[in-house]
């Protein structure tokens, strides 16, 4: 186990979990309504801000053949912005839920998101779902897959996905490089992929959502994303940490 990313593992989390430690101390006190701004550094909290990423995240994914047609399932989604935004750029009758470890968070997110369902749960067990249940599997800023660099801690949540996924199914990571996490890991987790349940394994540039907003679903052209990915992981060698990437682990289709 990586020393950096111990607290990361759900051992950990659900102990924080318990007492109000970090993000879910954030999380009662925007229940509670005593703070309503931490959460902010913790999550995508502006609904507006939310759907913009959503659209990019469901343009790139397409651009990459993964399958929207849900059920889509979104882990680690605290009060439950982004699990809402991607069911809207899906299509409003696309079957959207959400899975926390924080309760505070959930209950947030049904009171804010009826047309979602939501648990509270570690991600690494999610036995309440059949298997095959789900299009896509997505993750953003997810702390065992940001936070850790331990490639046995995210080939322990992916083969649980896995399980989950119907063919031709995929898990979606998005977070930036910089600490610890998946680029950490990538390497050794795309050795093991057919063991986890996956046939792939990649990772791609996400447009900052800044462009994508001025110029829509255009930025993902062939001529336009290769620019982009080519600048970004350039900029990425100066000043790591400002690009979000995707993470994709693909099902087979049969
Ligand atoms: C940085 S927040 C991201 C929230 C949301 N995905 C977003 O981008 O707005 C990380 C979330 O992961 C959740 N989390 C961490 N470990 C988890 C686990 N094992 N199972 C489920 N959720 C977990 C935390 O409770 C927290 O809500």
């Given amino acids: 186990m990586s ?14 979990a318990a007492t109000g430690e970090g993000v879910f101390g954030a999380y009662e006190a925007f229940e ?23 659209r990019n995240l469901v343009d790139l994914l397409r651009r990459q053949g993964a399958s929207m047609a849900g059920p889509i399932l979104d882990v680690g989604c605290g009060i439950g912005t982004v699990t809402n935004a991607i069911r809207t750029a899906c299509g409003s009758g696309t079957d959207c839920q959400g899975i926390d470890l924080s309760a505070s968070a959930i209950r947030v997110a049904r009171r804010r998101y009826a047309d979602c369902a939501f648990r509270a749960g570690s991600a690494d067990d999610l036995g309440t779902f059949a298997d095959g249940a789900f299009s896509l599997i997505h993750a953003r800023e997810f702390y065992p897959f940001t936070r850790s660099a331990d490639a046995g801690l995210h ?61 829509g679903r255009t930025v993902y052209g062939a001529a336009f994303y290769e620019i982009v990915s080519a600048a970004s992981a350039t900029f990425e060698s100066f000043r790591p940490g400002r690009a979000s990437y995707v993470y994709l682990f693909s099902k087979a289709a049969v």
């Fill in 155 to 215: 080939a322990r949540f992916l083969a649980e996905f896995a399980t989950k996924l119907m063919p031709g199914g995929s898990v979606a990571a998005v977070q930036i490089i910089g600490r610890a996490g998946l680029a950490d890991s990538l390497a050794a987790l795309a050795k093991q992929v057919p063991g986890l349940g996956f046939e792939s394994a990649a990772r791609r540039v996400m447009v900052p959502n800044r462009a994508y907003r001025r110029l």
């Fill in 32 to 54: 509670k309504g005593t703070d309503e701004k931490t959460i902010g550094a913790h999550g995508i909290v502006d609904d507006a801000y939310a759907l913009v990423y959503a």
């Fill in 3 to 16: 020393g950096r990313g111990e607290w990361a593992t759900p051992e950990r989390m659900a102990e924080q």
